[in-house]
């Protein structure tokens, strides 16, 4: 048993005590030592220490009493009252350290002590324990000031928290055993110290008037009956942990701040802390048992909590919380098993942060659904979806599709292995949700072999508003692992539901899928994602399995759960109505009524969407209506079920099997792969079973067919005309099948075009196109119905209104400007092309170049696309509908695609004037495919004006074609003017009408050379205004005008995809022409670029949120911004050189303050090899956060008020000085049997030698030590030196992470490694635990040399507390090469 702790902290009279005997005799303690003089100058040492064990297996003696009385304390000396160490272990003995003990310092004025004070533990060996720190306590007896200070010398306390103080080790404790209360001023703890109190007296307080400080390592420790007050009219900041334990209580500051890895833990009751702000990993816990003062456990009330840089704040229990406002963001979390979450005003999830309950639901084999055993195999856990499992043992489907609240369900224990848990519940309520992060209640995975995954758990917001691009998730947990045949099964997806007024800001993702499985496991079912606003009066329903197969072709017993499908459960309803149901990701939908199964239920709908893999299951008594013709999803009807559908309907590919009723259908359209099943269970209209009466026609072409689900039965009774159209795979035929009338199979394979009627009312039948020549055509009405086709040559169609059935189309595919013709006409040579230029470049081939003849006008297009080196560009299309425009089909002015090698011809031309537009279908002017090595033809231009309501929800497309990536073509454009009501619309300047420019390849990402300019030309005037430009994936465009000034005011620039950018100005790095001015007014932006001659104007605030990298790169004029914030996972920032800020000169760069997210980067560029001319970054303050970075590229000069490096965040110029051979020291190379050796750059000192090419000698030195803006040298081969850095700051400097100027080390199996670079610092504060440097680059695998070290100097003339690492050393070998000579470090 170790000794127990005990002593006055305050007055030191008592000796340190023995350590215990093992296998020889146990230390002594340290003694006392009591100094009282008017003045005690220190520069020697006044120690107590416990000395060390001689004896096998003995402990060491604790630390004695050092307690000093001055008037006047000064000096450089020690105070040291150390434990002593333990000695070796005796076998399976192992001995304990010595404590620290006590040290006590009383003061009038210690301003000239530069010494310090040391009561540590003593250390012991692997299994032995350290000893608990000691106390240092002092006090100013003018100013009355208090502090205690505990030091643990980084030894880490075996447990994470104190049961009982007699027997818990290596602690530090106030131990006075008369005292009921201790009050300090400042509490400091260092380096892992555990602080509590044990007392004899009972009921003891413990107060902090002013600061708890320290290095955020240490912990306070609040014991039952035990009260702690916290800095209650002091700092905010809490630099050391708190646990408050159940039966015990804190009192904090209103606002708590806490940063690095501080703790706060509240088990018990507490007051204040209204406010919270966590960063730097620092982590917030309240218990089951926590509590506001006065008020019962369960509920927590907040004014704003904000939540970053991988913080988290975590209940454990279920909680109640109410807050004004939320922020959660830089990876960090806040997370409950179940949460009932209500916020007054806005909870921001930003990029990377999280709410979530995930893996917080019940624990395996527990929940409504829980997964079950059969044999070694643990089946996933059951919720929105069945879990995925072999026979009937899958956890069972459950939960409300409106109102999920219910947890998810843990999977099945695999091989004496625990299936996963499942996820929580997240409740929401919120006035605005903005969320680019995650809300989510993901299940578990599996815990070991053959087990199942946990089931999703339930998400539930509502909210006026929901904006944002993140994701709301309930995902089910994966079974991967298998224990030889045994498999398990994933976890179900759960529930999400969201109620908002509004969601158009929102451009994010809902997804609840099943988990994954291995091979011969079983994935588990899709959940349900339920979202209502205003514009729906059911709301929409989504049942996506993110593309998982679903095992079985049908359901065998949905009650059973050996079906991984997704059902509707919600108790008592009998009626669901939905304004759409979406069913893709090869998801399974069914209902199922409880309590009692095979009660009536019906599912209606307007809209059935989806990819075409989903598919609905209909059992007995259920019954799905819908109108929708194009039916998106397979449907299964099941005996004693019913479908009621329109008239007409297509299917393609989708399958339709008929073994119950099916209302309505008289024609019918079977294409592309579907499938119409009979049974000889089902029938139409609910006649006698096997009869099918259809009185219009039935057409079969492009892989339909039509088969019998009863092989073995024949004899169905088929009415109906049918057509066998090309491409038919299977029909009915006599061995199956009765048909009548008897001639009913007819076959052609081409349908002649003729010219549209002259009629007042133009109807196009099914499989009766006609054609439209140049010129005007004027109707009442036009209505193109399903499978046939208006073809247009360059025609002004005219109407009051116009309706396109889905499958319709008004098309003018590749009739624009034949092969190798037009402006932008692709080129041929030697059998390949490259693609045709319209709104964009046309993508090269592998031998002819980019195609440029880029024309066209984005606001009145009417120019047909140029021939692609192979084929013909897109026609020109003009509708003008006065009234109401319904296109559900397809209206497309496509160039044609390529075979060979050659070149697809860019997209034609649409324009569209109407009153009002609806539909799901869509508008497309995209380029053709390139061939092979051709290249693909370039979008055209779409341009659409709607003057009053619109509800249009297809898509308007103008991409290049596709083809091999280095063979891409560039996106059209894409303009649409509307009122500012309508859906999508965007209106920044509030003048009721949106104009929004959207460029778009969707995903098709061409060279950085292809890219879509916006010319004068184009524009039809140099001074424009856009309420948005959208860039999607791929949409690269240029505002480059050489030929005239340029001013466009854009109000919001989107980077709706991940890689789109709009450059601003001529090519990159070269002034092209005039001046080209954008203002941007809105933030957060998409990907920019601003050209050599490019003037960009952008909001006060500038937020870069493009994944694309750089995201945001300056080689012009910036004006207006003055704050830069990098959200999380937006691309690299760079400021070229020449590049300035409005009003300053070339590469100067002047803002108020730089706020740098995690995993995010910024880098300023000086001017190459010209130490003597540097890129100056001015501003107020600079934050780096974890991960993140701020480089500069070879010389820079940053100025700020404050500048603060996070952990794991640098400003740095690695890499950035003179390449390889290159400098004023450079490396040198040598060959040596084939193999290129080299030795190391120079700087401060020499590079290293390689140890085969010892004869190349070393590059000398050079640099000035005390002003260093030198560049280190190249090595003989490989990356470069580092660069010039040199940081000014007024205010206090922090490097918790690093600020470096390393060379770069080993690049390949030949390379040499570069010399560190230059950092020279001014600053009146320096604090921080970081790394100040400059480094060579190592070597890892070779024998060439390592750089050498370059030069640090820092000048602090105000308070330097930094406790980090200054390191300039040389590049380290790990072979036979020669280690770079050390840097300097003045």
Request: include cysteine.
């Amino acid at each position: 048993t170790s000794g127990r702790c005990y002593g006055n902290v305050y007055w030191l009279v008592l000796p340190g005590s023995g350590g215990g005997f093992g296998q020889g005799a146990g230390s002594l303690g340290g003694g006392v030592v009591r100094i009282n003089a008017t003045l005690f100058v220190l520069h020697g040492r006044v120690s107590s220490n416990g000395a060390t064990a001689t004896g096998s297996a003995a402990g060491g003696g604790s630390g004695g009493s050092v307690l000093i009385q001055t008037q006047l304390l000064s000096g450089a000396g020690r105070v040291v009252s150390n434990g002593g160490s333990a000695n070796v272990a005796y076998y399976s003995s192992y001995p304990g350290a010595g404590a620290g003990g006590r040290i006590a310092v009383y003061f009038e004025d210690d301003s000239q002590w530069k010494g310090t004070y040391q009561s540590i533990g003593g250390t012991a060996l692997t299994l032995s324990r350290y000893g608990g720190a000691g106390t240092v306590f002092t006090k100013n007896t003018l100013t009355s000031y208090r502090k205690l200070t505990v030091d643990s010398n980084s030894v880490v306390v075996p447990a994470s928290s104190i049961t009982n103080p007699l027997t818990d080790v290596s602690g530090t404790y106030l131990a006075d055993d008369t005292a009921t209360s201790y009050v300090f001023d400042e509490v400091a703890l260092y380096r892992s110290a555990q602080l509590a109190i044990y007392t004899a007296a009972g009921p003891c307080s413990f107060t902090i008037t002013t600061l708890l400080s320290g290095d955020t390592t240490g912990s306070i420790h609040v014991l039952s009956t035990q009260a702690l007050t916290v800095n209650p009219t002091g700092s905010p900041n809490l630099l050391s942990s708190v646990y408050i334990y159940s039966g015990a209580a804190g009192t904090f500051p209103p606002l708590v701040y806490l940063s690095g890895t501080s703790f706060l833990t509240i088990k018990g009751q507490y007051a204040g802390a209204y406010d919270i702000y966590a960063q730097g990993r620092a982590a917030v816990l309240f218990a089951n048992t926590a509590s506001p003062a006065g008020m019962a456990a369960g509920t927590l009330s907040f004014g704003t909590i904000t939540l970053t840089q991988q913080s988290t704040m975590a209940m454990e229990n279920a909680v109640n919380i109410l807050a004004n406002n939320i922020l959660v963001q830089d990876k960090a979390a806040l997370s409950s098993p179940r949460v009932n979450l209500v916020v007054n005003d806005t909870l921001s999830v930003l990029h990377y942060g999280a709410v979530h309950a995930d893996r917080l639901g019940a624990l395996a084999m527990a929940g409504t659904g829980p997964g079950k055993v059969s044999g070694a195999s643990g089946m996933g856990g059951g919720h929105g979806g069945n879990g995925g499992s072999i026979g009937a043992l899958a956890g069972k489907s459950y939960g409300s599709v409106y109102w999920p609240v219910l947890s998810g369900s843990g999977g099945g224990t695999g091989n004496q292995a625990t299936g996963g848990p499942g996820g929580g519940v997240i409740n929401i309520t919120a006035p605005t949700i903005v969320l680019h992060g995650r809300i989510s209640a993901d299940g578990g995975n599996q815990l070991g072999d053959a087990a199942g995954g946990g089931s999703g758990g339930s998400v539930l917001l509502q909210t006026r508003v929901l904006q944002g691009r993140g994701i709301i998730r309930s995902n089910g947990g994966s079974s991967l692992i298998d224990y030889y045949s045994s498999g398990g099964g994933g976890g179900a997806g759960g529930r999400v539901a969201v109620y908002a007024e509004a969601l158009g800001s929102w451009s994010g993702t809902a997804v609840a899928f099943g988990g994954p499985a291995s091979a011969i496991a079983r994935y588990g079912g899709s959940g349900t994602v339920y979202i209502k606003d205003t514009t729906l009066n059911y709301g929409k329903l989504i049942v996506n399995n993110n593309g998982i197969t679903i095992p079985s072709a049908t359901i065998t017993n949905p009650t059973a759960g050996d079906d991984m499908y997704t059902f509707l459960t919600d108790p008592g309803v009998t009626s669901y109505y939905f304004d759409e149901i979406q069913v893709l990701g090869k998801a399974g939908l069914s209902l199922v009524t409880y309590p009692t199964n095979g009660v009536p239920v019906s599912i209606t709908t307007p809209l059935l969407s989806g990819d075409r893999t989903g598919s609905i299951h209909l059992l007995a008594q259920q019954t799905l209506v819908t109108p929708t013709s194009d039916l998106a999803a397979s449907v299964m009807v099941y005996q004693a079920a019913s479908l009621i559908l329109p008239p007409y309907i297509s299917l393609r590919p989708v399958s339709l099997s008929i073994a119950g009723s099916l209302f309505n259908v008289t024609d019918m359209d079977i294409r592309q792969g579907a499938t119409l099943t009979l049974s000889r269970f089902g029938s139409t209209n609910n006649i006698t079973a096997r009869n099918f009466v259809f009185p219009g026609t039935i057409n079969v072409y492009n892989g339909g067919s039509i088969v019998n689900a009863d092989a073995s039965a024949p004899g169905l009774a088929l009415n109906a005309t049918v057509n066998a159209l090309v491409g038919a795979v299977a029909l009915p035929s006599a061995t199956f099948f009765t048909i009548s009338p008897s001639a009913v199979v007819e076959s052609f394979a081409t349908v002649a075009i003729t010219a549209c009627a002259t009629v007042a009312d133009l109807v196009v039948l099914p499989n009766q196109p006609c054609s439209m020549a140049t010129g005007g055509w004027v109707y009442n009405s036009i209505v193109v119905r399903t499978n046939s086709y208006i073809r247009v040559d360059d025609a002004n169609i005219t109407t009051s209104s116009l309706s396109i059935e889905q499958g319709g189309q008004i098309t003018s595919d590749g009739r624009g400007l034949a092969s190798g013709a037009g402006t932008g006409a692709g080129a041929v040579y030697s059998s390949s092309g490259s693609g045709g230029a319209h709104a964009g470049y046309g993508g090269p081939s592998d031998i002819t170049a980019i195609t440029k003849g880029v024309y066209g006008s984005i606001f009145q297009p009417i120019t047909k696309g140029s021939g692609g080196g192979g084929s013909a560009g897109g026609g020109v299309i003009k509708i003008i509908a006065t009234g109401l425009l319904d296109n559900n089909g397809t209206i497309s002015s496509k160039g044609n695609s390529a075979s060979g090698n050659y070149g697809g011809g860019a997209g034609g031309s649409v324009w569209i004037q109407t009153d009002s537009m609806t539909g799901l279908g869509s508008v497309d002017a995209s380029g053709g495919a390139g061939a092979g090595t051709g290249g693909a033809g370039s979008g055209g231009r779409v341009a659409v004006y709607i003057t009053g309501a619109s509800n249009f929800t297809g898509t308007l497309r103008s991409s290049a074609g596709t083809a091999a990536a280095a063979y891409r073509g560039a996106a059209g454009t894409i303009f649409v003017q509307q009122p500012a009501t309508n859906k999508g619309a965007t209106d920044t300047d509030a003048d009721g009408t949106s104009r929004i420019l959207r460029i778009d390849n969707f995903g098709n990402t061409a060279p950085a050379t292809v890219y879509t300019p916006l010319l004068a030309s184009h524009l039809g005037s140099t001074t424009l205004y856009f309420d948005a430009i959208t860039l999607g994936s791929g949409g690269d465009a240029r505002f480059d005008d050489a030929a005239s000034s340029s001013i466009i005011t854009v109000g919001v620039l989107d980077a709706a995809g991940t890689n789109g950018v709009l450059s601003v100005g001529g090519p990159l790095g070269a002034a092209t022409g005039r001046t080209v001015n954008v203002t941007i007014q809105a933030s957060p932006l998409g990907a920019l670029s601003v050209g050599a001659n490019g003037r960009v104007s952008l909001p006060p605030t500038l937020v870069v949120v493009s994944p694309r990298s750089p995201s945001f790169e300056v080689y012009g004029t910036l004006c207006g911004v003055q704050n830069i914030v990098s959200q999380n996972g937006a691309g690299t920032i760079t400021l070229r050189s020449n590049g300035r800020t409005c009003t300053e000169s070339a590469s100067t760069w002047l803002f108020q303050s730089i706020y740098l997210h995690t995993a995010t980067a910024m880098s300023v560029e000086g001017y190459f090899e010209n130490t003597a001319a540097s890129a100056f970054l001015n501003t107020t303050s600079i934050y780096i956060a974890d991960d993140a970075s701020l480089s500069a590229i070879y010389s820079v000069v940053v100025g700020a008020d404050v500048i603060d490096v996070a952990f794991t965040g640098s400003l740095n110029a690695d890499l950035g000085g003179h390449l390889e051979r290159a400098g004023p020291g450079p490396g040198r190379r040598d060959m040596y049997y084939s193999t290129a050796y080299g030795t190391g750059g120079a700087h401060a000192g020499q590079g290293g030698a390689s140890s085969e090419g010892a004869t190349l000698g070393n590059s000398m030195a050079y640099g000035s030590m005390y002003r260093p803006i030198t560049f280190g040298s190249g090595g003989g081969s490989g990356p470069a030196g580092g660069g010039a850095l040199r940081v000014v700051v007024t205010g206090t400097l922090c490097v918790n992470g690093s600020l470096t100027s390393n060379g770069g080390g080993q690049i390949g199996s030949t390379s040499a490694s570069a010399a560190g670079g230059s950092v020279w610092i001014e600053t009146l504060n320096l604090a921080g635990t970081g790394l100040i440097g400059a480094s060579g680059g190592d070597m890892t695998s070779t024998t060439s040399g390592g750089g050498s070290g370059g030069r640090v100097a820092v000048y602090v003339s105000g308070v330097d507390t930094y406790t980090g690492t200054y390191r300039a050393r040389g590049g380290r070998c790990s072979v036979a090469g020669q280690t770079g000579g050390a840097g300097t470090m003045y």
